[in-house]
């Protein structure tokens, strides 16, 4: 059952603060990520889908995304019955000027930051459409449209949030911002009317793996995303706690590792294998790391404790 991650531990999904009269958004602890999978994202997409990953991460970013592709990779999902538009979440992205390829973008980057953020949503709404009948894109939804980054300056990024706000609940359930640091989350925070929901950031060493931004969340309601989780920590991969839950849970070393930053508590995380085979493999170890927490819970909070010390992370969760 989903339920909130503040204080807990959910082995499921966290369910995102609810935002005026949009209806619940359950986050899976998995967003099968799909940058930089070019032609082949919508086969990669249905095939995660197939696999059980109920959550999609892509952004309109011809630049590194195929947006359009996700959608067909969904749409076909959909077509298929392997699940409904209601079972699916759904996270994309404005990227600024600054994080686009000029010769191809959803928007023109001569228009103000209020209008391309106009352009990039109606954008994204056509591609993510549940049915190909281009009448859809009607009544298509987003889960959570995310701010790919702070832009150049706070009144650029408040543009940006107070016109994403406009199409909250209906169009728009949730925002949420990426590439974050602390002082702007907070000044953000305190001045939106619609609260981020979600903050994507890079989890590793150079910045101490977010402590206090994860703290930060915690407290004020928001879901921790972890991305470029395996890429930037090989060497955590090879610690002990890592290696000693793939010993005891029979899972891989990626996947126990993908399970330690998810007991964080209040996380989830960005997983974007193309090999279907691991894709199975990463959804049952969850299962079977949730198994093993009730089985030896010594054991568990033991590998967990020796892990947070690790990352410089002391929260009791």
């Not at 591609?127 to 959570?144: K, M, V």
């Not at 993908?258 to 493999?281: E, I, P, S, W």
Request: include cysteine; charged fraction near 20%; hydrophobic fraction near 40%.
């Amino acid at each position: 059952m989903a339920r909130s991650a503040i204080g807990k531990m959910s082995w499921d999904k966290h369910l995102l603060r609810s935002v005026q009269d949009a209806p619940p958004v359950h986050l899976p602890l998995f967003l099968y990520g799909t940058a930089w999978k070019k032609d082949r994202t919508a086969d990669l997409v249905y095939q995660a889908l197939n696999a059980g990953f109920r959550a999609v991460d892509t952004a309109a970013q011809p630049k590194h995304y195929r947006e359009d592709l996700v959608g067909e990779g969904i749409r076909r999902a959909i077509h298929d019955g392997l699940l409904r538009r209601e079972e699916l979440y759904i996270q994309t992205k404005f990227t600024s000027v600054n994080g686009q390829d000029l010769s191809r973008m959803p928007y023109d980057p001569r228009t103000s930051v209020t209008e391309q953020v106009h352009a990039s949503v109606k954008s994204s709404l056509h591609n993510l459409r549940a049915s190909d009948a281009s009448s859809s894109a009607e009544d298509a939804y987003i889960d959570t449209l995310v701010l790919h980054s702070p832009l150049p300056t706070m009144v650029e990024t408040m543009e940006a949030w107070l016109t994403l706000e406009t199409y909250v609940p209906r169009r728009i359930r949730n925002l949420g911002i990426s590439n974050c640091t602390l002082p702007i989350l907070k000044e953000l925070y305190a001045r939106a009317t619609v609260k981020p929901a979600v903050v994507q950031n890079r989890f590793y060493p150079d910045t101490r793996f977010d402590v206090p931004v994860r703290a930060f969340c915690r407290e004020h309601n928001i879901i921790y995303q972890s991305f470029w989780t395996l890429t930037a920590n090989p060497e955590l991969i090879r610690s002990d706690p890592v290696q000693s839950l793939a010993s005891q849970a029979v899972i891989s070393p990626a996947a126990a590792f993908y399970c330690l930053v998810l007991g964080l508590g209040n996380t989830t995380v960005l997983n974007g294998t193309t090999n279907r085979t691991r894709m199975d493999a990463d959804l049952a170890a969850v299962q079977k790391v949730e198994q093993f927490s009730k089985d030896s819970p010594d054991s568990w909070q033991m590998i967990l404790e020796h892990f947070k010390r690790l990352i410089g992370d002391d929260v009791t969760l």
